[in-house]
């Protein structure tokens, strides 16, 4: 707080002085409100070019010169530097919105811009901000129950998995690989459906990796049923495949004991010399037979060994691979229903991995090799493989397929859907509008606001798609009103119908409310301040 004292006039009236008061800026009531508008749809303008299937992309170029590119939302906001309080507010929004959906980021932020563009008009009319805050919560809870009455079931059956992969489609449709879109969803959707559990309706995504690999192109990006590492063997003379493995997973180094306290050893004669060199040979032997011993054909260490051992482990036909990470390690123990051992003592036969095969595949002409282990027991422990011809593109890969499988675990844990396009929110827009005239409050307003808001997601598909947004979202509602068919939305790739269930353009119900419920969040939490001091700097 800033130090203040207290003086008098030569009246006796009381005088506070606060120090540092002309530097301090300070904006009050609706000024402080716009304000907080302006940046959000800054903001939120920024990733309105970017939504839908024709949404551009954006290129961000870092302190270090690193490039990303990208249409992903949260993955935008994230690597943009935002000064402003309300700017890393919608930064946050977009994130929430990842962590717990996966999908939807762009459209929750371009939604959350466009309510607070609304409320600004309403704020110029002279409707007080709680008053549009609480019209906005009550639209929400109108259009979430009106999504609830015209989402339709969506059966997940693992003999019929095309629905589940015409959903994964309408995800990839927007990205960079849309090109082989139909090969990246059945990607997707037999990952999920190999670590899914139908019974509880969840799927645990750290059986599911996702690994990368620069080189080939898209379509050689494959599923492996197992565990794919950035390694090789550690000598080059170790045979390239194996067969039925049994692996020693180890958390300890192929190395003499080392004491845990700070050591000096002094080496004054050849014998000495001789006699430490033959401890260390007789402790790599030892430790070589007690892996050997316990029957496995492949030892796994999660530490690193000298050329010594490595020879050692050559000459005893021990293949090694070394420097592993501890989440490969796990990944690799879960798949092969292998024990992570700490110490060589305690290594037994029953603590050790299986699997049918583990292969050293090489890429083109660059020497660069990755391990592969397939044939697990655990089959439901799985590897997405993806190709591509540069950094970027592995790179938006990875992210476009999280979004994917995102999108297929929500139809597994809610298999309730309604159709995109911009088709629930035109519907959503009509349920509000026709309870706006019920209401004889103040909050009638908040409510047509909250529907015009709603009609800017198609408006921006439209624009984005070279169409033009007014006529279209006009004839899709007008045509929504008299067929009262609620699938009908923007055709924004020209497939000659507004049907998007023809289109077989879905998204889940889950993620549909979820956007709605955390943008109006949001635009009321902003609504209610009506005070910013800040020192110094005025935010950007």
């Not at 990303?68 to 930064?91: C, F, P, S």
């Not at 979004?403 to 159709?419: F, G, I, K, T």
């Not at 009509?430 to 808001?453: G, M, S």
């Not at 119908?497 to 119900?509: F, G, I, N, P, R």
């Amino acid at each position: 707080m800033s130090e203040a004292q207290l003086i008098f006039d030569d009246y006796g009236k009381p005088i506070i002085i606060v120090k540092g008061q002309n530097e301090e800026k300070r904006l009050t009531g609706n000024d402080a409100i716009k304000s907080h508008i302006l940046a959000a749809r800054s903001v939120a303008s920024i990733l309105r070019t970017s939504l839908g299937p024709k949404g551009l992309d954006k290129m961000m170029v870092d302190s270090d010169g690193d490039v990303t590119i990208t249409n992903d939302g949260a993955t935008i906001l994230k690597r943009m530097d935002v000064e402003h309080e309300v700017a890393k507010l919608l930064v946050q929004l977009s994130q929430s919105q990842d962590d717990e959906i996966g999908d939807g980021t762009t459209g929750v932020v371009v939604l959350a811009g466009a309510l607070l563009e609304k409320a600004e008009d309403l704020l110029d009319k002279g409707i007080h901000p709680i008053r549009i805050a609480d019209g906005y919560e009550s639209a929400a809870k109108t259009a979430s129950l009106h999504l609830d009455a015209i989402a339709e079931q969506y059966p997940v059956d693992p003999q019929n998995l095309e629905p589940l992969i015409l959903t994964a489609m309408t995800t990839l449709g927007s990205k960079i690989i849309n090109r082989c879109h139909r090969q990246m969803a059945e990607i997707a959707v037999d990952a999920v459906m190999s670590v899914a559990d139908l019974e509880t309706r969840d799927v645990n995504f750290e059986l599911i990796k996702v690994e990368g690999k620069v080189g080939s192109k898209l379509e050689n990006t494959r599923l492996v049923r197992g565990v794919v590492i950035d390694k090789d063997f550690s000598h080059s003379q170790m045979p390239k495949e194996l067969k039925d493995v049994k692996i020693a997973i180890l958390t300890c180094p192929f190395e003499p004991p080392k004491p845990k306290t700070k050591h000096k050893l002094e080496v004054s004669t050849a014998d000495q010399y001789r006699a430490l060199h033959k401890y260390e040979q007789d402790t790599f032997i030892k430790m070589v037979d007690q892996v050997k011993a316990a029957g496995a054909t492949l030892a796994i260490c999660q530490w690193g060994f000298d050329d010594e051992a490595n020879h050692l482990l050559l000459q005893k036909g021990l293949p090694a691979v070394r420097w592993v990470g501890g989440p490969e390690i796990e990944h690799i123990a879960i798949a092969t229903n292998g024990r992570i051992v700490p110490r060589f003592e305690e290594l037994t036969p029953e603590k050790l991995g299986s699997a049918g095969s583990v292969k050293e595949i090489t890429f083109g002409t660059t020497k660069e090799s990755m391990l592969v282990i397939e044939g697990c027991p655990n089959s439901r422990a799985v590897t997405i493989f993806i190709r591509g011809g540069n950094k970027m593109i592995v790179e938006e890969a990875k992210r476009s397929m999280h979004d994917a499988l995102c999108a297929v675990r929500n139809l597994v844990r809610n298999d309730r859907v309604v159709y995109g396009g911009g088709a629930a929110e035109i519907s959503c827009a009509l349920a509000v509008a026709a309870q706006a005239d019920k209401i004889c409050t103040l909050e009638q307003y908040a409510y047509r606001a909250f529907a015009d808001a709603l009609e800017v997601i198609p408006m921006a598909l439209a624009e984005n798609a070279g169409l033009s947004p007014i006529d279209n979202l006009t004839e899709v509602k007008s045509m929504q009103v008299k067929t009262n068919n609620h699938a009908l939305g923007i055709d924004c790739v020209g497939a000659g119908t507004a049907d998007m269930k023809v289109q077989h353009v879905l998204e889940s119900l889950h993620s549909k409310k979820q956007q709605i419920l955390l943008a109006t969040q949001l635009v009321k939490m902003i609504l209610k301040i009506d005070d910013i001091r800040t020192s110094g700097e005025e935010p950007r």
